[in-house]
């Protein structure tokens, strides 16, 4: 799977990747996401804001609120989907994804990271030239 990438003046690689919450309604096409590849994440997650961390909770019922340490030591509420439709590219996965809200006021410069969850999962090949990620099979 080759997917295309942007990279940001502090080096970060940016992946357009729809999430979809509720796989049990594939017709209902979300807004593309500017995730980042980080292989210090633990989990894929977008950000929210802390409301609708809460909201989303309520709206989804197999979906469970959880707090999480962050990469700066603070806690974080997390919403927890077990079942979503992850896709990147012409490559699509169902696996679990986080909603993880934030600080509305510090808005970051994407949507969310793409974690270890996603990414052990296969060969990883950067092409900077190219600016593609591939994403082979092990």
Known sequence: YVVPFEMTESHLLI???VININP???EIQPPSKRLAIDTG????????????????????PHASLDQRLSANGTIVNVCHFPSATVTLGNLSLN????????????APTFDGVIGLDL????????????KTVTLAEP
């Open 41 to 60: 994440a633990g989990h894929t997650c977008f950000f929210v804001s802390n409301l609708a961390v809460t909201d989303f909770a309520k709206l989804f």
């Open 119 to 130: 990414l052990s999962r296969f060969k990883m090949q950067i092409d900077f030239q190219a």
């Open 24 to 26: 049990d309604h594939p």
């Open 15 to 17: 992946v357009t990747t």
């Open 95 to 106: 696996m679990p994804v986080d909603a993880s809200g934030y600080d509305m006021t510090v």
